[in-house]
Every structure is written in structure tokens, then in C-alpha cells.
């Protein structure tokens, strides 16, 4: 794991911490580079203790840009994809839990 570790804040009381594996951001940038559009989107997946969260896995997954409200847009996950590569990863990582979510552009948006 990496020693680096960062602590969230939730509420006036609750710190948790939180370790990204190497290898997780090695994958998303493998996924990053891959894509020809250069915009990937995908799960986070690790272990959850009670005071941290180690990051150990990602994983792609597919994705459309919707129009919400006016110019602002919404990420939809292909659902079926995302149980999909979720069912695979429990085959390997049983213990392995969704804790999050990624997306990559190329360019950085403020306004998002």
C-alpha cells in the first residue's frame, strides 16, 4: 500500500482515512492512455475498516454523456456493464467492496 494517507472528514466527529494502492492509479492512467477519446470513467474498489478505506482495484466501465438541466451534463453508467465487471472482480476479490467512482478528461473544467 502506499504510505501516503489521507484523512476525510465526515461531520464534526468522524476521520477516515484512506490508502490508494499504486497499482490503482498505475490502472486507471493503462486506461487513460487506451482510450482514444480520452475520457474513461470507472469503479473504485477496496476494503472497508472502520476508520479507513484502502483503495486496491479500478476497473473501466462503459458510459454515456447526458444533457440534465441546460448545459449541465450527467455521467450514466452502463449498468449492466458495471454488474457485470463487478461479478468478475468477486470471482477473484470477494472482499473487494465498490467505495467509489473515477472519470478522466484531458482538460480540467472548473466548473465540474
Same mark, same amino acid.
Given at each position: 500500500?502506499?504510505?501516503?494517507? &489521507? ?11 484512506? /490508502?490508494?494502492?499504486?497499482? #490503482?492509479?498505475?490502472? @486507471?492512467?493503462?486506461?487513460?492512455? /487506451?482510450?482514444?477519446?480520452? #475520457? ?12 479507513? @478505506?484502502?483503495?486496491?482495484?479500478a476497473y473501466p466501465v462503459g458510459f454515456e454523456m447526458t444533457e440534465m438541466y441546460g448545459n449541465e451534463k ?17 470471482? @477473484? ?9 473515477? @472519470?478522466?478528461? &484531458? ?6
Amino acid at each position: 500500500m502506499s504510505e501516503d494517507i &489521507t484523512t476525510l472528514e465526515f461531520g464534526a466527529s468522524t476521520e477516515i482515512q484512506y /490508502r490508494v494502492h499504486p497499482t #490503482v492509479i498505475l490502472s @486507471i492512467l493503462e486506461f487513460f492512455n /487506451r482510450n482514444k477519446c480520452q #475520457v474513461v470513467a470507472g469503479a473504485l474498489l477496496g476494503l472497508v475498516h472502520p476508520n479507513s @478505506i484502502d483503495i486496491t482495484n479500478a476497473y473501466p466501465v462503459g458510459f454515456e454523456m447526458t444533457e440534465m438541466y441546460g448545459n449541465e451534463k450527467a455521467l450514466k453508467i452502463d449498468k449492466d456493464v458495471q454488474k457485470e465487471m463487478f461479478d468478475l472482480n468477486q470471482e @477473484i476479490y470477494p472482499k473487494e467492496v465498490l467505495v467509489g467512482w473515477f @472519470i478522466t478528461q &484531458t482538460a480540467i473544467d472548473l466548473k465540474t
